[in-house]
């Protein structure tokens, strides 16, 4: 099983759509969780940092379940410039950081 | 924040040969983190590079293979050796600045 696991997509969506992207874990011992972007033949930037308390930052919501392994990321009113693969990023103990095979999203007119 | 320059940006080389990918970083930073991203795959850490001391390999790469030098606090240098195809791929080198993690723009290798 691999440590960071996501939906593999692609995620073929229309404008104004709102889609949902999961990724799940394995090592409880996590600490620390991230939703990156990368689009197409650039690095990845990170979009938005997870914590438990679920976090918002204009059009996304990312969320945590500890108890059941996984985060998330919401995407409202879809724009033609969210089309980019998402990276579930998740950092165990020190500097140990884990990603997913990443999301692909298109988002068309 | 960090700015981190990875050069060159892409090249195409022959089998066999070697290649040097340069990262310089606008500020200090204690460790950076090279790795590689295949084609349609996620980032693989290669190793991670402290100055003044070897690099820890992950498993699966080695220093023969991927030497790594840190001479100071802001560069570090990956050379790809021996290269064969399967080697083609994506090179980021990458530092923590608090809990976010900066990416260089890549350096994309093609093995001919």
């Known amino acids: 099983r691999k440590e960071v696991e996501q939906d593999p997509g692609p995620f073929n969506v229309p404008e104004g759509a709102t889609v949902a992207f999961n990724c799940t874990y394995s090592?409880?011992?996590?600490?620390?969780f991230f939703w990156y972007r990368q689009d197409c033949r650039k690095e990845p930037k990170l979009l938005m940092s997870v914590y438990s308390s679920g976090n918002e930052d204009g059009r996304f919501t990312a969320q945590l379940n500890r108890a059941s392994q996984y985060i998330s990321l919401l995407i409202r009113d879809s724009k033609l410039s969210d089309s980019a693969t998402y990276l579930c990023?998740?950092?165990?103990?020190?500097?140990?950081?884990?990603f997913g095979a990443g999301t692909r999203l298109f988002v068309k007119a | 924040s960090a700015v981190i320059s990875q050069k060159p940006s892409r090249d195409i080389c022959q089998r066999g040969t070697s290649l040097t990918i340069q990262c310089q970083v606008d500020s200090q930073v204690t460790m950076m983190f090279w790795y590689r991203q295949q084609p349609g795959q996620s980032l693989t850490l290669i190793a991670t590079?402290?100055?003044?001391?070897?690099?820890?390999?992950e498993s699966g790469f080695v220093i023969d293979k991927f030497p790594i030098s840190r001479p100071n606090l802001t560069f570090s240098t990956l050379t790809v050796s021996n290269m064969s195809p399967e080697d083609s791929s994506i090179y980021l080198c990458?530092?923590?600045?608090?809990?976010?993690?900066?990416f260089g723009e890549g350096s994309r290798l093609t093995v001919l």
């Open positions: 990458s530092v923590v600045v608090g809990e976010q993690l900066f």
């Open positions: 590079a402290n100055q003044g001391s070897e690099a820890t390999y």
């Open positions: 990023v998740v950092k165990t103990g020190g500097f140990k950081t884990i």
């Open positions: 090592n409880s011992a996590s600490q620390s």
